[in-house]
């Protein structure tokens, strides 16, 4: 989620200067009784900003390519609504016992969704704020990397592997965290949605499995603004249970594939 807060800021620099958006539009909200109140404009402004981004992505490149759209997107198919749930439903359960697990590690206080300090109706807004700005963010990211860019490594190498490893280290590497641990973790989430996108033929899935893992960090782990900016350093044995949760992932993925070619005519 730290590249999505990286570009958004970036984004928002020319508009801040001219005085058109405020400075510390995604800046750590305040601790206190009305932080989701704040977190609720920062998630919603970050899916704009982002989703202002994916789409200019797209369409430079449906012009540059001289393609549809789709074609960046689920190549020779329409959308599948049900990738996507099955994408959603699958890192919903994963992440979350992920994000509880490692709260039990490393404990940061209550969820912000049940913690008492928050209001019900601040907590019901944040829910809402939440789902919907970061089903934008992440469908943007997923757009630009492994729609488009998948297209532009794909004119490069054949190689699934070589394609899986270049996507992945070029999206870990523009969350600019210097935090080795958090580089490795950031590449193999990477790693499993550009595999799952050329297995499946369309970015759909990862794109359920994004927002889903994106969404249990934020309503689960720490607020938006604390979780995409933390300077905390990821612990190593983080990463067993990241490798465990993306196998897990991966299975789901190789699953609806073969399903997948098992029905399509000889």
Not at 215 to 234: T, Y
Not at 241 to 248: A, D, K, M, T
Request: net charge neutral; glycine share 8%; aromatic share 8%.
């Amino acid at each position: 989620m730290a590249t999505a807060m990286v570009a958004a800021i970036l984004l928002t620099l020319p508009f801040e200067s001219a005085g058109l958006l405020p400075s510390d539009l995604f800046a750590v909200a305040p601790e206190g009784p009305n932080r989701l109140w704040d977190e609720n404009v920062s998630v919603l402004a970050l899916g704009l900003m982002l989703g202002f981004m994916g789409g200019a992505i797209l369409l430079a490149a449906k012009i540059v390519y001289r393609a549809p759209v789709a074609a960046f997107l689920w190549p020779g198919r329409r959308l599948s609504w049900r990738q996507l749930g099955i994408g959603f439903a699958v890192m919903s359960v994963v992440g979350g016992v992920s994000v509880l697990v490692y709260n039990l590690i490393d404990p940061i206080g209550p969820p912000p969704i049940f913690n008492p300090a928050y209001s019900i109706e601040s907590r019901l807004t944040y829910i809402l704020a939440a789902s919907v700005g970061l089903l934008i963010a992440a469908a943007a990211e997923e757009v630009a990397f492994r729609g488009v860019l998948l297209r532009v490594t794909g004119g490069l190498t054949r190689s699934l592997i070589l394609l899986c490893l270049i996507n992945a280290l070029i999206f870990s590497a523009v969350h600019l965290d210097p935090d080795p641990v958090a580089f490795i973790a950031r590449a193999l989430s990477g790693l499993v949605w550009t595999w799952a996108a050329l297995r499946l033929g369309g970015i759909e899935f990862a794109i359920g499995t994004h927002w889903a893992n994106n969404l249990a960090i934020a309503l689960l782990g720490e607020p938006l603004s604390g979780a995409g900016l933390s300077a905390e350093a990821i612990p190593v044995s983080a990463l067993a249970l990241e490798f465990v949760s993306l196998v897990i992932v991966l299975a789901a993925a190789e699953r609806l594939a073969r399903n997948r070619q098992a029905q399509s005519p000889a």
